[in-house]
């Protein structure tokens, strides 16, 4: 599902050297010289006709394409290229791109070249207008439109693809596993029927699609339960991700250290071990998961050891605050500046899965202690980070009532869509015109 854009004005321009243009204009409007030069001819290109003398034509650029074999099929070659390039490099164009957009208006008759136009992927027009002695060269720089969109939905298959069924990228769902993901394993919980509705941010330069922003809030519903994440930013203009009641949603740890496909064993006081045969304590988790998996470090800490133990394979230790420590067995092999000693953050690399030790299989034995003793990942509630700042809490409120108002109320009839709620278009208006005239060999900027 697209989203239709308006045209937005042009309007910023730079200038360039005077007498440099002066002289390059002169050139562009007296070519009429045939070109000889061995280019290779553009493909794709279609002549629009907008008035009985003139016509339109457009072009885009492909991988192989050259500035000088474009224009040459235009007629603008040797000396008069030379000085269109010139002229363009004087405010700051020097090469084109895969995908850049070239419009030229030529008369059809005399093949007079009226305009060049490139849209550069630098986020910049570019713009050489002849008018018999005198020419307006322009460069402006695209300004950033952004659309705050709502997309919502149910889930019947995964929510990667039914936020794509939608019209939305892998980096919102990126996002979205990132920010529930203290509270939410998109691997393993997410259930059909399941309700989604994210507030983003969509960019647009110059009616084109860029990128996408930053997720400003979101609800999950998963089997039944309701998960908010309310975005509020920083001094340095962070996004942090606060529930209703303004807990953070970032945790101590992460809800699993990896991406894993199932749950191979839990936490038991009596199990049968596989490979031993007898029956004792499997105090963790083992999460199944392909050889080379790589594994996160849970919390922040202190490594505590990082080599062979035993049956537990390659193992890593880290020492937690509040007396926790965790622990990462069976690896293949351990992230590079990882040994005893070394600090990490959340989500730092540590090593690999694999089934080193007494392993059936590659998967993961991880393992959680508090104060001495073991406990169980699965059940165990952590607590928040922190709350928001007391200096933000009357910010906080509003951006929660704003969340609160879009998710819950402005499209509640929908039962599913991507929706615009407004649109942020930047001030273009200021803006400097530089206009080189020839008369009498002189220069004159006006």
């Not at 224009?71 to 004087?90: K, Q």
């Not at 809030?217 to 991700?241: M, Q, R």
Request: proline share 4%.
């Amino acid at each position: 599902m697209g989203i239709s854009l308006p045209k937005k004005k042009r309007v910023i321009f730079a200038a360039l050297s005077a007498l440099t243009s002066i002289v390059c204009v002169s050139v562009i409007i007296a070519n009429n010289l045939s070109c000889n030069f061995h280019h290779k001819t553009p493909t794709a290109i279609a002549p629009i006709e907008v008035s009985p003398t003139i016509e339109t034509i457009s072009y885009i650029i492909k991988a192989g394409d050259t500035f000088a074999g474009i224009l040459s099929h235009f007629g603008i070659c040797g000396t008069a290229f030379n000085c269109v390039y010139t002229t363009l490099n004087g405010v700051g164009f020097s090469k084109i791109f895969p995908g850049d957009s070239l419009v030229i208006v030529r008369d059809i008759k005399s093949r007079e070249i009226k305009t060049i136009a490139l849209l550069n992927r630098l986020s910049s027009w570019y713009k050489v207008n002849t008018n018999g002695d005198s020419a307006v060269i322009e460069k402006r720089n695209v300004g950033l439109t952004r659309y705050r969109c709502l997309v919502k939905g149910e889930l019947t298959t995964s929510i990667s693809e039914n936020l794509l069924d939608l019209g939305v990228g892998a980096q919102i769902t990126n996002q979205i596993a990132d920010i529930f993901g203290w509270d939410i394993n998109f691997f393993t919980d997410p259930q059909v029927g399941d309700k989604f509705e994210i507030v983003f941010e969509k960019n647009f330069r110059d009616g084109k699609f860029e990128s996408y922003g930053r997720i400003l809030s979101a609800k999950y519903v998963n089997s039944g339960k309701t998960f908010f994440a309310i975005g509020l930013e920083d001094s340095l203009g962070h996004l942090d991700y606060y529930d209703l009641s303004g807990h953070s949603l970032r945790k101590q740890f992460l809800k699993a250290p990896l991406s894993y496909s199932r749950i191979s064993s839990t936490f038991s006081l009596h199990r049968l071990h596989p490979v031993l045969g007898i029956v004792r304590p499997h105090l963790g988790v083992d999460y199944a998961a392909p050889t080379g998996t790589p594994v996160y470090a849970s919390a922040a800490g202190r490594v505590v050891s990082a080599a062979p133990a035993g049956g537990f394979g390659n193992f890593v230790r880290i020492a937690h605050n509040n007396g926790y420590e965790s622990m990462y067995g069976h690896l293949s092999h351990f992230a590079k500046g990882i040994h005893a000693g070394s600090k990490v953050s959340q989500g730092d690399l540590i090593g690999y899965v694999g089934a080193t030790g007494l392993a059936t299989g590659p998967h993961l034995d991880y393992r959680l202690k508090r104060d001495g003793a073991f406990v169980n990942p699965l059940t165990l509630k952590v607590p928040s980070n922190q709350n928001v700042p007391a200096g933000d809490v009357a910010r906080f409120d509003e951006e929660k009532s704003a969340a609160e108002f879009q998710i819950e109320q402005r499209f509640s009839s929908a039962r599913k869509g991507l929706f615009v709620l407004d649109i942020n278009i930047p001030d273009d208006s200021a803006g400097i015109v530089r206009t080189t005239a020839v008369i009498s060999g002189l220069n004159h900027v006006n």
